[in-house]
Every structure is written in C-alpha cells, then in structure tokens.
C-alpha cells in the first residue's frame, strides 16, 4: 500500500470515528429531552400514588404529614371553605390527617393517577356507589387498618391515618400527571397572589430558595412537625364547578368539580407569575399547561399546589 492510500485510509478512518461520535452526542441529547421533544421539559414515567383526604377548616390545623405530599389539590366544599388532596408518591410521613370524607369530584380528578390507593372517612351514598365503581383502591375506617382518632381534637376533625397500614395502589399512570422542567421565557415578576374562595383566602408570598409561603385567612399554614409550607409551584386553576352534589346537614350542596376539558390558569413560580391555558382531554389524560403562546409550561421540582377555582 502506497503511502498515499494509506493517507486516504486514515484520514477516511477518522472522519468515520468524527460521525460516530457525533451520532452518540445527537443520541443522548435526543435522551435528554422529553417524549414531547420539548427541551427542558421531562415527561415523566407515571408512578403509583397514594391519594389522601384532608381537612382545611380552622378546626382542622394544622395538619399532619402534609409536608410530605408531591401534590395538594386545594378543592371547594359547601358552604364556600375547602378541602385538600393530597398525593404521595414518595417518602411517607408517619402520620396524615385530620381525614375527612370523599366527594365526586374525586373520581374524575384521581383517574390520571392510574389505580391509585384513595384515603377518605367515609361519602355520601350516591358518591360511595360511583367509588366503587371506580379505578381506586379504597380505603376508609370501614375497609382497612391504620386508622386512628386523636383523642386531643374534637370530632370529626380527630381521625388520622398510618400510611403503612394502607393497601398498595394497583397501577401507576402510563405517564405522569405533571410535567416537570425549566420554566420558559417571560412571566411577570411577582413576590405575592392572592385567591379567595367564597369563605377561605390564600395567600402566596414568594421566598427566595424555599418557595411559595401559604397563608390561609391570614395564618401561615403549618404542619404539626413544625414544617411551613413553602410549594415551589402553585397553580391556580379555573374550572367549572356545579352545585349538583348531595347536601350536607345544612342544605348546602356539594360543589362538582370538572377538571377535564380546559380552560385558564395562573401559574406561580420561580418568583413569577405566568398566564397560561390547562388542557386534558379524558379522564385518563394527565393535564398539561401553557402560557398564552402555546409554550409549554411545566411544574418546578418539588411540592406543587394546585387550586381548584371557580371559572368567572
């Protein structure tokens, strides 16, 4: 072989090692972006969770175990207060509670979160009948172990639950309900947002390195391990609400929530506020968000609260 081919060979031995390289650059990075082929964004396998029925009245603080929650779904009750659901996919605290019952707004929400283990006292019987009929591990004072009453508090805000005396969930979501990643370009910048309920007012004040401080009627929400709830995103999203529910021993009807379709949301994070649209098109769907302009618009990591708000 003469010295020039075996110039050629080599210089065409290089360029075939100079491709291949940069097809396992092209392939990684391919990796690192999420099936929606947005950068920055990861959709996330779907895992099992656990869903937990907590009280919010002022009898019901502070709560235990709360701290813990991936997700709280912040929902409207009768009589204008609310109710939390909170969602646990990790680290379980010992304790969760005051538990108080179901509603139907339950089913529709919990169906993106796969056959999860739901934590409820007890519902109305129209509500019973649909949650047995529902993709849910149930678990109520009436059906599983764990379940405990504080003999320091008042009924019905005493009952609590051992989180390892549940039953395991059946079934993950195929993907995750949330969208987790960097946040995009814009947003205005905001240190404080209000949103009030017909008889309840949050409040978020935004610090630097914890996240959003909840206040509730003017009192920072604490856990009883001493944990301020600082969610490093928090959404507030507007949905159609009915009053169509079971009364309760006032007369006041349940609100339904709906929270498939779509609509407009309020997303705060990163010391931010962006206006954004929610979409989910099923039950099954998980519910995805974006700004005004089509961008999408993931959580941060960490705690996420979500508020169910009336549409105006």
Same mark, same amino acid.
């Given at each position: 072989?003469?010295?020039?081919?075996?110039?050629?060979?080599?210089?065409?031995?290089?360029?075939?090692?100079?491709?291949?390289?940069?097809?396992?650059?092209?392939?990684?990075?391919?990796?690192?972006?999420?099936?929606?082929?947005?950068?920055? !964004?990861?959709?996330?396998?779907?895992?099992?969770? !656990?869903?937990?029925? !907590? /009280?919010?009245?002022? #009898?019901?603080?502070?709560?235990?175990?709360?701290?813990?929650?991936?997700?709280?779904?912040?929902?409207?009750?009768?009589?204008?207060?609310t109710r939390l659901l909170a969602i646990y996919g990790g680290e379980l605290p010992e304790a969760i509670g005051p538990?108080?019952?179901?509603?139907?707004?339950?089913?529709?929400?919990?169906?993106?979160?796969?056959?999860?283990?739901?934590?409820?006292?007890?519902?109305?019987?129209?509500?019973?009948?649909?949650?047995?009929?529902?993709?849910?591990?149930?678990?109520?004072?009436?059906?599983?172990?764990?379940?405990?009453?504080?003999?320091?508090?008042?009924?019905?805000?005493?009952?609590?639950?051992?989180?390892?005396? *549940?039953?395991?969930?059946? #079934?993950?979501?195929?993907?995750?309900?949330?969208?987790?990643?960097?946040?995009?370009?814009?947003?205005?910048?905001? =240190?404080?947002?209000?949103?009030?309920? /017909?008889?309840?007012?949050?409040?978020?004040?935004? *610090? =630097?390195?914890?996240?959003?401080?909840?206040?509730? /009627?003017?009192?920072?929400?604490?856990?009883?391990?001493?944990?301020? !709830?600082?969610?490093?995103?928090?959404?507030?999203?507007?949905?159609?609400?009915?009053?169509?529910?079971?009364?309760?021993? *006032?007369?006041?009807?349940?609100?339904?929530?709906?929270?498939?379709?779509?609509?407009? #949301?309020?997303?705060?994070?990163?010391?931010?506020?962006?206006?954004?649209?929610?979409?989910?098109?099923?039950?099954? =769907?998980p519910t995805r968000f974006r700004t005004v302009d089509g961008t999408p618009l993931p959580m941060d990591l960490g705690?996420?609260?979500?508020? *169910?708000?009336? /549409?105006?």
């Amino acid at each position: 072989m003469s010295a020039r081919t075996r110039g050629a060979v080599i210089v065409l031995a290089i360029l075939a090692a100079l491709a291949l390289v940069a097809a396992m650059i092209w392939y990684v990075m391919q990796l690192s972006e999420s099936d929606s082929g947005e950068k920055g !964004i990861e959709t996330l396998p779907g895992h099992e969770v !656990i869903a937990v029925k !907590i /009280d919010n009245v002022a #009898a019901a603080r502070p709560q235990t175990g709360l701290g813990k929650a991936e997700t709280v779904y912040v929902e409207p009750v009768e009589g204008g207060l609310t109710r939390l659901l909170a969602i646990y996919g990790g680290e379980l605290p010992e304790a969760i509670g005051p538990i108080r019952s179901a509603r139907a707004s339950d089913i529709e929400l919990l169906a993106q979160y796969g056959r999860p283990t739901f934590v409820y006292s007890g519902a109305a019987a129209p509500v019973l009948t649909d949650l047995a009929a529902a993709p849910l591990v149930r678990a109520s004072p009436s059906r599983t172990a764990g379940f405990y009453r504080d003999t320091e508090r008042e009924t019905p805000h005493d009952l609590f639950v051992d989180p390892a005396a *549940l039953p395991e969930p059946e #079934a993950p979501p195929a993907v995750a309900p949330l969208q987790r990643g960097t946040a995009p370009a814009g947003g205005t910048v905001t =240190a404080h947002h209000t949103t009030s309920y /017909d008889a309840a007012t949050f409040d978020f004040d935004w *610090l =630097a390195r914890q996240g959003w401080r909840v206040s509730l /009627d003017g009192s920072p929400v604490m856990t009883t391990e001493g944990d301020t !709830i600082t969610p490093r995103t928090v959404v507030v999203q507007q949905v159609e609400v009915t009053s169509t529910g079971p009364p309760d021993a *006032l007369g006041n009807r349940a609100p339904t929530v709906s929270t498939v379709g779509g609509g407009t #949301a309020t997303v705060l994070r990163n010391g931010g506020r962006f206006d954004a649209r929610w979409f989910r098109p099923s039950p099954e =769907a998980p519910t995805r968000f974006r700004t005004v302009d089509g961008t999408p618009l993931p959580m941060d990591l960490g705690q996420v609260w979500i508020l *169910l708000v009336p /549409d105006e």
